[in-house]
């Protein structure tokens, strides 16, 4: 081999090291990005009021200054912020739940059935999917305001149990996973529209509705705009709502600043959890696909 042929071959594995390294450290610096905030409520949540406007660092405050911070938000209106939290299930786990059941059944039917308005309805569908959700919140307020829905409980359920995004990945992931063969071969053998849905479609569409259910399960406990027009009474809060009341007190209580970040951090443990418990459905899905090969 020449010499210039052990130059060129060591300038390409020089060019392609350096091309197989800048994703990595693209990815990394992303993830130190979405990181440092998370890093410094941690901190920030371990810090008193004197030292967390005192300085900006990202050293741990005083020992014991977050199981302080933990005492007086649990006291806080005679245990107001678990009252937030409890509320906060409720809103996320049943919409979620409830949202689902309505994209599993809806992206399941246009994804096997065909019927009049199938392709105009599925349009529609992604017309909905492109409209912010912030811009419905007024017309659903004065919606549910006719009927006498708001400062209720329902008023947050109901709009979040339709999700056009939920119902197109149902969609999508039904058309993929969901052999036509297969559900041919059920009516053949005599099983019912419902019963091929719950015993055939719905255990294939798992991973996929696991994706729908943690996507709207975020969306309902992060979202703060509906909430914060649909109630007036502070028992029905959200964290997000509740929160934001004591954001604005701190104005006049900066201790409550404090208790604010110290409740921060403990509204983003439920989904980090939840995260990690639902991942698994994917490795199942990875690993019984690699299977099936």
Known sequence: MSRVSVT?????????????VLPTVALLL??????????????AATKTPGELFSTFSFLPGTRGGLADNLSQLSGYRSGEFWRWGLNTALYAGVGAGLSVAVSAVAGYALAKYRFPGRTAAFNVLLAGVLV??????????????????????????????????????????????VPDEMVEAARIDGAGEFRIFT??????????????????????WTNFLLPYIMLADDRKFPLTVGLFTMLNQGADQPALNTLVITGAL????P??????VLQRFWS???????VKA
């Open 8 to 20: 060129t071959a060591a300038g390409s594995s020089r060019r392609g090291g350096i091309a197989a």
């Open 30 to 43: 992303g993830a130190v990005y979405c990181l440092i905030p998370v890093v410094w409520v941690v901190v």
């Open 132 to 177: 912010p959700q912030i811009t419905l919140a007024i017309p659903q307020y004065l919606l549910l305001a006719e009927v006498g829905l708001t400062d209720t409980y329902w008023s947050v359920l109901l709009p979040s149990i339709l999700s056009p995004y939920g119902i197109y990945l149902s969609r999508i992931y039904a058309t993929a996973a």
């Open 199 to 220: 015993s055939i479609a719905v255990p294939t569409m798992v991973p996929g509705l696991v994706t729908v259910f943690l996507l709207q399960f975020v969306a309902v």
């Open 266 to 269: 403990l509204a983003v443990i």
């Open 271 to 276: 989904l980090i959890a939840l995260f990690l």
């Open 284 to 290: 199942i899905d990875l690993v019984s696909g690699g």
